[in-house]
């Protein structure tokens, strides 16, 4: 069955940096787009990052610049780099895959930027 598991998740300063990464299984990693997402308390979750099987990202306005989202197909793994970290980046963060049949995610990471 399709398994998205995330980690790299932490405490950080403002200004600091962090890469999250979702290890993937049970499916063909390398023909799906892959999203990050995150969710902060009493907000819907919102799309960070996007990339496609040929490589080509797409950021949320409230990252670009300072996230850079990447995949390895070899180790089925998506990336996501966050630097220049702000206190309002602090929510839970999600790896997503949206397939025909179902919307698949992982239980999430929580990152909190604060000093």
Known sequence: QVQ????????????????LSCAASGFRFSLYTMNWYRQTPGKQRELVAVITTSGITNYSDFVKGRFTISRDNAKNTVYL???????EDTAVYYCNVAMVVSNYWGQGTQVTVSS
């Open 4 to 19: 998205l598991v995330e980690s790299g998740g932490g405490l950080v300063q403002p200004g600091g940096s962090l890469r």
């Open 81 to 87: 780099q966050m630097n220049s970290l702000k206190p």
